[in-house]
C-alpha cells in the first residue's frame, strides 16, 4: 500500500504542482501484534530519497485497532542500529509496559509486553520516548495510530469503517536539509506532512465521514478548521467520547493531542476543499503563532526563539491537505448523533489532594523563559529521580503553573483526566471529555485537572510526566512517579502461592494461581463468567465491565481446590 503511494510522490512533483493521495496505514487487529522499528527511505522529493524509520513500513507504522477488555500481546523488535522505546499514549498499562525511557529495546532485541485493554473507545498513538532521543525518532518517522473499541461507543451511529467513512488523520510538520534528509532541534519545520504524505489528498464520500486528528508535532500547535468555515463536530477527545458532539469552526490541537470529529458532507458531492490551519488567529504565547512568546510583539519584553520568525508557518494561514468529495458509499451514514457518553469526572477530593506543578526556566529573564531550558518544580528531568509517590487509587487534583513565555502541553501517562479549569475558568465543551493532553498558557497560566490512580502499583516502574513539545521534553521537561499499593489489600490462598490483588477492585483484578490449574470466575449466583487455564503464572481479570458486587474466584488444580471472595466497586 505505502510502496504505490510513495511511488506516486515521486512521480507527481509535489509542493504546489500536485497532489499525493493521504497515505493510509493498515489497520491490524487481533490479541498479538508485531511491530518491527527499521530503517527506510522516502522519495518525498525527486531524485532524493530521505532516511526514515518507521514500524512495519518505511514510514510511521500500521494503525493498531484494540478490544476494550482484550488481553493483547505485543512483540516489538528493534532493527534499528541504536536503542528505542516503545510508548502507548493514552493507554492505561502498568508502568512496567509503558514503554517509558527505562525500557530500553536495545538493537536487535525483542520486547513482548502483555496487557489488558483498560480504555474507552478513543484514538490513541504510539511512539518512541527514549531519553534524550524522542524527538529525533519521531521525527524520522517513528508513530504509528492505536485506535480502542468497545461496546458502549459499537452502540451508536456513527462511521466506523476504516479508511472508508473512517480516517485517521497525523499531522506533523518537518524541516529538511538540502539534501532533503529530515532536520530536528530545529525551528525551520516549514514543511506539512499528514501521515508522512506532502500535499495531500484525500477522496471522501458525501456522508457522515469520521476523522481521527492526531497532531504529532514536534512543538507546532494548530488552529484547524476547513475552508468556507464549514462546521465540524468533535465527538471525541484523547480518551474517550464527548457527552455529546460539539460544533466548531475551530479546533486548537497542541502537540500529542487527539480529536475525533464528523464532517457531513452530504451536499458537497463532486467538491473539493482545504483543511486548514489558521495559524494567523493564534494568540500570542503559542508555538504556531506570529509570537511565541507571551510577552507581547514588541518593546524591552518582547521574545522570539532564534529562527523561529522566518518558519512561513508561524502567524499564517496555511493548508493541511485537500478533500476530494465523491459519491456516497453503501450503508453511508447521514446523521450527527445528539448524545454520546457520559462522562463522571471524579468528585474533587475533602483532604488537600492538590500536587503543584511550576514550569520555569533556570534562566532569568525574557530570553530563558522563552528558549528554556524548562524545568518543573526547579528540577531537570533525571532517570535516576522519582519526583512523586503516589498511593495506589488516590484522586487527585493536579495544579500547572506556567511560569514561562510560551505555552507548553502538559502530558501524563497511566490515567486520562478531567480539566477543571484554565485560569481559572471552566474548560469549553469540546475539552470536557478524558484528557491525557492540556496546554497550559503562558505567562502565570494556571490550569487544573482531576485524576484517579487505579489498577496499577509498581514501586520500581515510574510513569512520566511532561511537556510534549518533544525538544522540550528532551531537554528535560519531564518527571516521574511512581504509585505505591499502599491501600490494596491482598487475598492470600491458605496455599501461600495464591495471590489476589487488589480486592477490593475497580478494575483489574491480578490472580496468581496454582501451576497446572483452571481458574474459574463466578458472580453471586454461580453463574460462570469466565474460564481460565493457568501454568500458575499471573492471570489478569478484567471486571470493569462488571456490576458491584461479590464474585468468586475458584483455582484448582490435581491435588487442591480453593474459592475466593473479591468485591467489585465502581
Ligand atoms: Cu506521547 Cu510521554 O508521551
Ligand atoms: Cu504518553
Ligand atoms: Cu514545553
Not at 184 to 191: A, F, H, L, Q, S
Not at 488 to 498: A, D, P, R
Request: overall charge negative; charged content about 15%.
Amino acid at each position: 500500500m505505502e510502496r504505490i503511494i510513495f511511488i506516486l510522490a515521486a512521480i507527481i512533483p509535489s509542493m504546489g504542482f500536485g497532489q499525493n493521495p493521504l497515505f493510509v496505514p493498515d489497520p491490524l487487529s487481533g490479541k498479538s501484534f508485531s511491530l518491527s522499528l527499521q530503517n527506510g527511505q522516502v522519495e518525498f522529493y525527486p531524485g532524493f530519497n530521505t532516511h526514515t524509520i518507521g514500524y512495519n513500513q518505511d514510514i510511521l507504522g500500521p494503525t493498531l485497532i484494540l478490544e476494550k477488555g482484550s488481553n493483547i500481546t505485543f512483540n516489538v523488535t528493534n532493527n534499528l542500529s541504536e536503542q528505542t522505546t516503545l510508548h502507548w499514549h493514552g493507554l492505561h498499562v502498568p508502568a512496567a509496559d509503558d514503554g517509558s525511557p527505562h525500557t530500553i529495546i536495545e538493537p536487535g532485541q525483542l520486547w513482548s509486553p502483555s496487557f489488558t485493554i483498560l480504555d474507552k473507545s478513543a484514538t490513541y498513538w504510539y511512539h518512541p520516548h527514549l531519553h534524550e532521543q524522542t524527538e529525533e525518532q519521531v521525527t524520522r518517522g517513528a508513530a504509528g495510530f492505536i485506535i480502542v473499541r468497545d461496546d458502549e461507543e459499537a452502540q451508536l451511529i456513527l462511521p466506523r469503517t476504516y479508511g472508508v467513512d473512517d480516517f485517521p488523520i497525523a499531522v506533523q510538520t518537518r524541516a529538511f536539509d538540502a539534501n532533503k534528509e529530515f532536520l530536528w532541534n530545529t525551528t525551520e519545520d516549514d514543511i506539512v506532512m499528514c501521515n508522512g504524505t506532502l500535499d495531500p489528498v484525500l477522496d471522501v464520500p458525501a456522508q457522515v465521514i469520521r476523522l481521527r486528528l492526531l497532531n504529532g508535532s514536534t512543538q507546532r500547535v494548530y488552529n484547524l478548521g476547513f475552508e468556507d468555515d464549514l462546521i465540524f463536530f468533535q465527538i471525541a477527545t484523547d480518551g474517550g467520547l464527548l457527552n455529546a458532539p460539539v460544533s466548531l469552526k475551530r479546533l486548537r490541537l497542541a502537540p500529542g493531542e487527539r480529536a475525533e470529529v464528523l464532517l457531513d458532507l452530504s451536499t458537497h458531492q463532486g467538491q473539493s476543499f482545504s483543511f486548514m490551519s489558521f495559524a494567523s488567529e493564534l494568540p500570542n504565547g503559542i508555538y504556531g503563532a506570529s509570537n511565541p512568546s507571551g510577552h507581547g510583539s514588541s518593546g524591552m519584553m518582547a521574545g522570539s526563539i532564534s529562527g523561529y520568525n522566518n518558519n512561513s508557518l508561524n502567524g499564517n494561514d496555511f493548508k493541511i491537505m485537500q478533500f476530494q468529495v465523491s459519491a456516497s458509499t453503501a450503508n453511508p451514514i447521514f446523521t450527527i448523533p445528539s448524545t454520546l457518553t457520559s462522562n463522571t469526572p471524579y468528585a474533587e477530593p475533602s483532604a488537600n489532594n492538590t500536587r503543584e506543578f511550576y514550569f520555569q526556566s533556570p534562566h532569568m529573564g525574557p530570553q530563558g523563559m522563552l528558549n528554556g531550558p524548562f524545568a518543573i518544580n526547579g528540577q531537570l528531568f533525571n532517570l535516576n529521580v522519582i519526583n512523586h509517590e503516589i498511593p495506589l487509587n488516590n484522586i487527585e487534583i493536579w495544579e500547572l503553573v506556567n511560569m514561562t513565555a510560551i505555552s507548553h502541553p502538559f502530558h501524563i501517562h497511566d490515567v486520562q483526566f478531567y480539566i477543571l479549569d484554565i485560569n481559572g475558568n471552566p474548560p469549553p465543551a469540546n475539552m470536557q471529555g478524558r484528557k491525557d493532553v492540556v496546554l497550559v498558557p503562558p505567562m502565570f497560566g494556571t490550569v487544573r485537572f482531576i485524576t484517579k490512580f487505579e489498577d496499577f502499583a509498581d514501586e520500581n516502574a515510574p510513569y512520566m510526566y511532561h511537556c510534549h513539545m518533544l525538544n522540550h521534553e528532551d531537554g528535560g521537561m519531564m518527571g516521574q512517579f511512581v504509585v505505591v499499593g499502599t491501600t490494596t489489600s491482598t487475598t492470600k490462598g491458605g496455599e501461600n502461592s495464591i495471590l489476589i490483588y487488589p480486592n477490593p477492585v475497580a478494575n483489574l483484578v491480578h490472580v496468581q494461581g496454582l501451576p497446572n490449574s483452571t481458574i474459574r470466575l463466578q458472580n453471586l449466583s454461580g453463574q460462570l463468567l469466565e474460564e481460565r487455564v493457568s501454568l500458575g503464572n499471573e492471570e489478569q481479570f478484567n471486571l470493569a465491565e462488571f456490576a458491584s458486587g461479590i464474585y468468586y474466584f475458584n483455582i484448582r488444580n490435581a491435588e487442591q481446590n480453593f474459592t475466593y471472595k473479591v468485591i467489585k466497586y465502581d
